[in-house]
């Protein structure tokens, strides 16, 4: 399965960006989805996560009312809406996805990932 993740791009504190994860060679269906960030310098960092149905979410606090996280399984594809961007949110984001159901915050619990896409912030 590849995941390819866009949407990424420059923009300044209080913008907005939308991320799109699009999966080919599996059915995203039967799979939960997830985002990850990673700054550098920083480990990767939980971001969002939502159910094979779209029903269970997951976000970080830092991220809680601002990012939005959903799915179009009839697209194989995942987003994510970023409002009230701040400085800290600079980090290249990553789609994944995992067959499993438990700890969905956790990158050990997913089984393929996308390149990830670059999210900077100016103040």
């Known amino acids: 399965v590849q995941l390819q993740a866009s949407g990424g791009g420059s923009v300044e504190a209080g913008g907005s960006l939308r991320l799109s994860c699009t999966a080919s060679g599996r059915t995203v269906s039967n799979y939960g989805m997830g985002w990850f960030r990673q700054a550098p310098g920083k480990e990767r960092e939980f971001v969002a996560a939502?159910?094979?149905?779209?029903?269970?979410?997951y976000y970080a606090d830092s991220v809680k009312g601002r990012f939005t996280i959903s799915r179009d399984n009839a697209k194989n594809t995942a987003y994510l809406q970023m409002n009230s961007l701040k400085p800290e949110d600079t980090a290249i984001y990553y789609c994944?996805?995992?067959?499993?159901?438990?700890?969905?915050?956790?990158?050990?619990?997913?089984?393929?990932w996308g390149q990830g896409t670059q999210v900077t912030v100016s103040s």
């Open positions: 994944a996805i995992r067959s499993g159901v438990a700890s969905p915050r956790s990158t050990t619990e997913y089984d393929f």
């Open positions: 939502i159910s094979r149905s779209g029903i269970s979410i």
